[in-house]
Each structure stands twice: as structure tokens, then as C-alpha cells.
């Protein structure tokens, strides 16, 4: 069946502008990630959506970053105002039941590059 | 102090060697654990899953020490495609899917 998709798969923006990222998660999953990856650096997570429950949102670096998760399925990850230092790869993953056992199948992600 | 740490490498080994890497973890909170497997500018894959018993795919082995909360992935036979960015990952919190991922060590077989 279909895997994770993002879009887009690279985008290139100003400083300044606002940028939204897409993920389609695996159809059936409830739980939904999202994580960055900078040059040469592990991941980040970033915001985790569980179900129905309030998102986890610990891991979103400044009130610039918001996501929403629409219908329990597609979600938007929204930077505004992007600066230099947000380039990096913007990975989805999702999994069945957003336990700490399961396994999570990410997207190919998005590469962003802040000019 | 990062969560998770790893020796970055990079492991060059020859064809046919046994490599180890090995993590720590700062959070003894921490139930799940995982290695995740990275190919050059593509996402991670679930390699296995670490129990603490000790569990063994094929000619990978992982092994978890909760007492020192480290984990260690051993490879043996190593293939010119076990190139790879080797992940070691925990989740974050109890019972969620909050995972906490080491900056992976690179591993590079030569023929």
C-alpha cells in the first residue's frame, strides 16, 4: 500500500516569507510526527498528534512553528517568518497506534532552504 | 548533555568484519528502543527493535543494559549494503510515541 507522502519535496523561500508543508500519512494510522533534520544532525521531534488528544507540542523551537492535523489524517506543518537556521529536512512519520512499541514509517520529507 | 549519544564514526570497515556500535541515553524513564537504519538523503527505516533480553535478526544483534542505559547494535559479516547512518532512538516519554533519535553513526564497508 502507499507509504508516507510529503510536499513538497524541496522548497526554496526568502527569509521572512511563510512556508506550510504537507504530510499524507499512512491511511488507518492514528498517530502522526513530525521531526526536522539539519545538516549533519540527527532528528528533532518536533509535534506529535495522537488520535483525538491535544497534540504533543514540546518539541517546536519557537511560537513561529505550528501544525495542524485535519480530519485525523493529512497535517500541515506552518513556519512563519522563516529565518536562515530552519533550512533542513522537515520529516513525517506515522504509526498505527502511536504507542511507544510501534514502529513509525516515514516520508521521504521535505528539504526547505531559507535564503 | 544530548539524550541519546553516539559515537558518530565513521566505521570504515572491510567486507566480511564485525562492527559494534553502542549508545547511551539519559532518560531511565525511557521503555522503547529501537535502531533505525538512514541511506544517504533518505528517510529512516525501522531496523529492529531493542528488548531487554538481548534479540538477534540475521547477522544483527542488539543488546540493551538498562542498569547503565546503553544499547549496542553488533553486525556481523558486514555487506557492502550495511552502508548506511545507523540510528539509535528511545522514546521520549512512558507509553508514548515521542521518540528521541542519537545523530546516528556512520558506517561505511569497502570491498
Known amino acids: 500500500g502507499a507509504g508516507v507522502s510529503q510536499s513538497p519535496s524541496n522548497k526554496v523561500t526568502e527569509k521572512g516569507k511563510d512556508v506550510e508543508l504537507r504530510c499524507d500519512p499512512i491511511?488507518?494510522?492514528?498517530?502522526l510526527y513530525w521531526y526536522r533534520q539539519s545538516l549533519g544532525q540527527g532528528l528533532e521531534f518536533l509535534i506529535y498528534?495522537?488520535?483525538?488528544?491535544?497534540?504533543?507540542k514540546s518539541g517546536l523551537p519557537s511560537d513561529r512553528f505550528s501544525a495542524e492535523r485535519t480530519g485525523g489524517s493529512v497535517s500541515t506543518l506552518t513556519i512563519q517568518r522563516t529565518q536562515q537556521e530552519d533550512s533542513a529536512v522537515y520529516l513525517c512519520?506515522?504509526?498505527?497506534?502511536?504507542?511507544?512499541?510501534?514502529?513509525?514509517?516515514f516520508g521521504p520529507g521535505t528539504r526547505l532552504t531559507v535564503l | 548533555r544530548k539524550e541519546v549519544e553516539q559515537d558518530p564514526g565513521p566505521f570504515n570497515v572491510p567486507e566480511g568484519a564485525t562492527v559494534a556500535f553502542n549508545c547511551t541515553y539519559s532518560?531511565?524513564?525511557?521503555?522503547?528502543f529501537f535502531w533505525y537504519r538512514q541511506d544517504c538523503r533518505k528517510e529512516p527505516k525501522l531496523l529492529m527493535s531493542v528488548y531487554s533480553s538481548g534479540n538477534e535478526d540475521g547477522r544483527f544483534t542488539a543488546q540493551l543494559n538498562r542498569a547503565s542505559q546503553y544499547i549496542s547494535l553488533l553486525i556481523r559479516d558486514s555487506k557492502l549494503s550495511d552502508s548506511a547512518t545507523y540510528l539509535c532512538?528511545?522514546?521520549?516519554?512512558?507509553?508514548?510515541?515521542?521518540?528521541?533519535f542519537g545523530q546516528g553513526t556512520t558506517l561505511q564497508v569497502k570491498p
Open positions: 532518560n531511565s524513564a525511557s521503555q522503547s
Open positions: 532512538v528511545v522514546n521520549g516519554r512512558s507509553n508514548t510515541g515521542k521518540l528521541i
Open positions: 498528534f495522537q488520535g483525538n488528544s491535544a497534540p504533543d
Open positions: 491511511s488507518g494510522h492514528t498517530a
Open positions: 512519520a506515522s504509526s498505527f497506534l502511536g504507542s511507544s512499541t510501534d514502529t513509525q514509517y
